[in-house]
């Protein structure tokens, strides 16, 4: 139950923090300490572990952020995935070739989340000539670089959380003969 | 493919395709008690974060700007300089600016009746697409409503409401089409571009416009009054199809440094 309620505390603090520190301090390329959240919690807890807390984070952002319900689910969901896809085949950690399998989720996780939300978005076709456009491509590289900042300091968070609430509820079960 | 990973991929699949599905239906109105519900609950935290957060960017502009003090302190005695010279003749500009003004009809503040919001939320993508405000139903707020800042600068409208917040769709939202006119009378439909500027629009090719003019609302069609200020001509251009002008406006707003808005209910 502390489990839980810890989850969502840290989701919804990041949220507000989303919505309320990150656009005052980065008012033209804003990271996204929720993406980030997400894609180093799938990689400390594993897909089966964190699958049904994307989604819930993901509805959390949506109500939020007044995205179209759905959107930021959709784009966790890619990064749960991407996660577990990696996983599977490389060592995935904070260090050796880890770090570049990390960079490479970032970097995905950043373009996937620009693309859903500017398909989810746009209505206008015109409108997608920016997409192509220079100053977009830029905006991509620098949230790309301020996610892998931020990344660091969410997995060291998140790290520390777990050690502190939860490797330490292990109870030892003696069994005697 | 072993088992498990078939699973993860089943399982990831038809999530993808149920939450797919409520994107493209969309079902706004069945949402709509959840937001109210969870805004209820985020609006107080969000309140705090903003205004903690605008205190602690103060805190580090003020260290970050001591060094260009000193050059800006050399600068501004060279400009003192300069002004007083221009002073006799700007007292002139003055009349002129106060008839100006009568035919452009801007907006005195005790003509609205004007209830003031602090800003609670940004768009968190930094698309300068909306701001969340701490006023809904409750204070009188509705939909369609111009928010403006003290001087009478358009920052948006409102664009959804609930008991005790609202959300302003910014005139940067790229969904956003203000009817609007120069100071030199010409029409035309200022857009948002992305959070990364205005363009005004549909400009007749007959009408003068050129850079320096100032872009007010004209209060035709809309709840917007005539009258509030948009911004100031940067660029101008022909259309795409070459029927109209269209014109860069720059705003004078930092919108992610405000904190207090005015929500106009009426006339």
Do not use: C
């Not at chain 1, 599977?88 to 960079?103: D, E, P, S, T, Y």
């Amino acid at each position: 139950m502390s489990k839980k309620i810890i989850y969502i505390g840290i989701i919804f603090l990041a949220i507000v923090a989303q919505t309320t520190f990150f656009p005052i301090f980065f008012s033209r390329i804003t990271p996204d300490v929720v993406l980030m959240l997400i894609l180093a919690w799938t990689i400390l807890d594993g897909f089966n572990n964190f699958f049904l807390w994307s989604i819930l984070a993901g509805l959390f952002y949506d109500l939020a952020s007044m995205s179209v319900i759905g959107t930021h689910i959709i784009v966790f969901l890619f990064v749960v995935y991407f996660v577990s896809f990696f996983s599977n085949r490389f060592q995935v950690g904070m260090k050796g070739l880890g770090v570049i399998i990390i960079a490479l989720m970032i970097g995905l996780s950043t373009l996937v989340s620009n693309a859903v939300f500017v398909l989810v978005e746009i209505t206008n076709v015109e409108k997608i000539s920016i997409i192509g456009s220079i100053k977009f491509i830029v905006h991509i590289i620098l949230e790309f670089v301020y996610n892998g900042i931020l990344f660091v300091f969410v997995y060291a968070f998140l790290k520390k959380i777990k050690k502190t609430f939860f490797l330490g509820n292990q109870k030892a079960i003696i069994i005697k003969s | 493919m072993n088992k498990l990973s078939y699973s993860k991929l089943i399982k990831f699949l038809s999530a993808l395709l149920l939450f797919g599905f409520l994107v493209v239906l969309n079902p706004y109105e069945f949402f709509s008690p959840f937001r109210n519900a969870f805004s209820f609950a985020l609006v107080p935290f969000q309140k705090i974060g903003y205004s903690f957060s605008l205190a602690a960017y103060n805190v580090t502009s003020f260290f970050s700007s001591i060094g260009q003090l000193k050059y800006e302190n050399e600068k501004l005695l060279q400009e003192n300089a300069t002004l007083l010279s221009e002073n006799a003749r700007l007292k002139d500009f003055e009349n002129e600016n106060n008839i100006l003004k009568q035919q452009l009809d801007l907006t005195p503040r005790d003509k609205y009746n004007l209830t003031a919001a602090y800003i609670v939320a940004q768009d968190p993508q930094g698309l300068g697409n909306w701001i969340e405000i701490d006023k809904g139903s409750d204070e009188g707020v509705s939909e369609g409503m111009a928010v403006i800042v003290s001087k009478g600068i358009l920052v948006g409208k409102i664009e959804e409401v609930w008991a005790k917040s609202s959300k302003v769709m910014l005139v940067t939202n790229t969904k956003t089409t203000i009817n609007s006119m120069t100071s030199m009378g010409a029409k035309g439909v200022v857009k948002g571009e992305y959070g990364l500027g205005l363009i005004l629009d549909m400009v007749l090719q007959t009408d003068e416009i050129k850079i320096g003019d100032d872009v007010i609302t004209s209060g035709i069609g809309s709840n917007i009054p005539r009258g509030f200020y948009i911004g100031k001509i940067q660029e101008v251009h022909p259309s795409n199809d070459h029927l109209f002008q269209q014109a860069v406006v720059t705003s004078p707003l930092q919108i992610s440094k405000l904190e207090v808005v005015f929500v106009v209910k009426n006339n």
